[in-house]
């Protein structure tokens, strides 16, 4: 594989600082020694700017948003999530187990990672029960087109070697936690006049994903991150933002 040697010049659309305020890293890799993470901080706010573009379009999306979320909208979101989040801890582990003790310190990062998150299938169900679903309809749902893609996708990523870009897909599966869950889940409980029990999944990420950010911001200033894997990870970030909105797109289509 050829060794990326210079970082590709940045083609913002909008000012930095704008860019930042958006992003769920902000500007906080802009103190990094490291020249590839302060590239990578600047790529992923566009990265982020884009794909937050696109995903507020999405009608399911936009309904959580303007807090007009249907029950039966809500029902098919957590159907539907729930399949692909049971694959989470699947490729983190896969992802950790596919790094070399070269790059142990990644590795412990994403055992960690999986640690905390491998049940979060489970939170998706005792809130569609709670929404008076039946367990067993949640748990027999296959995975939606965009899901199938998405999956496949990262877990490709995952079984590479040494993939230092596969933090882009954290980047983007984690900052969806920290910029987008909350508000979601406080659209869902207006329009459903429901509890925080009926959307614990979001509710646990708007809180929990932002300590994981602090972790993955340590990860992103580091030495792993040569000009060839933050190159790496922006083109991951994007195919899994695209990828990401197009399951919420495709919602039931199986």
């Given at each position: 594989?050829?060794?990326?040697?210079?970082?590709?010049?940045?083609?913002?659309?909008?000012?930095?600082?704008?860019?930042?305020?958006?992003?769920?890293?902000?500007?906080?890799?802009?103190?990094?020694?490291?020249?590839?993470?302060?590239?990578?901080?600047?790529?992923?706010?566009?990265?982020?700017?884009?794909?937050?573009?696109?995903?507020?379009?999405?009608?399911?999306?936009?309904?959580?948003?303007?807090?007009?979320?249907?029950?039966?909208?809500?029902?098919?979101?957590?159907?539907?999530?729930?399949?692909?989040?049971?694959?989470?801890?699947?490729?983190?582990?896969?992802?950790?187990?596919?790094?070399?003790?070269?790059?142990?310190?990644?590795?412990?990062?994403?055992?960690?990672?999986?640690?905390?998150?491998?049940?979060?299938?489970?939170?998706?169900e005792r809130d569609?029960?709670?929404?008076?679903?039946?367990?067993?309809?949640?748990?027999?749902?296959?995975?939606?087109?965009?899901?199938?893609?998405?999956?496949?996708?990262?877990?490709?990523?995952?079984?590479?070697?040494?993939?230092?870009?596969?933090?882009?897909?954290?980047?983007?599966?984690?900052?969806?936690?920290?910029?987008?869950?909350?508000?979601?889940?406080?659209?869902?409980?207006?329009?459903?006049?429901?509890?925080?029990?009926?959307?614990?999944?979001?509710?646990?990420?708007?809180?929990?994903?932002?300590?994981h950010y602090e972790?993955?911001?340590?990860?992103?200033?580091?030495?792993?991150?040569?000009?060839?894997?933050?190159?790496?990870?922006?083109?991951?970030?994007?195919?899994?933002?695209?990828l990401y909105a197009?399951?919420?797109?495709?919602?039931?289509?199986?």
């Amino acid at each position: 594989m050829t060794i990326q040697t210079q970082l590709p010049e940045l083609n913002l659309t909008q000012p930095l600082d704008m860019l930042f305020e958006f992003s769920p890293l902000q500007n906080r890799l802009e103190s990094a020694e490291n020249p590839a993470s302060r590239w990578l901080g600047q790529a992923l706010a566009q990265v982020w700017y884009d794909f937050s573009n696109h995903l507020s379009k999405v009608p399911v999306v936009r309904a959580f948003e303007d807090r007009k979320v249907t029950r039966d909208q809500y029902m098919s979101y957590l159907r539907n999530m729930r399949q692909q989040v049971s694959q989470g801890g699947r490729w983190i582990t896969r992802a950790a187990s596919s790094m070399e003790n070269s790059h142990v310190e990644l590795r412990n990062a994403l055992i960690r990672h999986a640690a905390e998150e491998h049940t979060d299938f489970a939170m998706l169900e005792r809130d569609f029960v709670s929404m008076g679903g039946e367990l067993e309809d949640i748990q027999a749902t296959s995975m939606n087109i965009g899901s199938e893609a998405l999956s496949a996708f990262i877990m490709n990523e995952a079984t590479k070697a040494n993939n230092v870009g596969i933090f882009g897909a954290t980047f983007m599966i984690e900052g969806l936690g920290t910029n987008k869950a909350s508000l979601w889940a406080e659209g869902i409980k207006e329009a459903l006049n429901v509890g925080n029990e009926s959307v614990s999944f979001l509710y646990y990420h708007g809180q929990a994903d932002a300590d994981h950010y602090e972790n993955l911001i340590n990860v992103l200033k580091s030495p792993y991150f040569t000009p060839d894997a933050a190159v790496q990870a922006r083109r991951i970030a994007k195919v899994v933002g695209r990828l990401y909105a197009l399951q919420l797109e495709e919602l039931d289509n199986v």
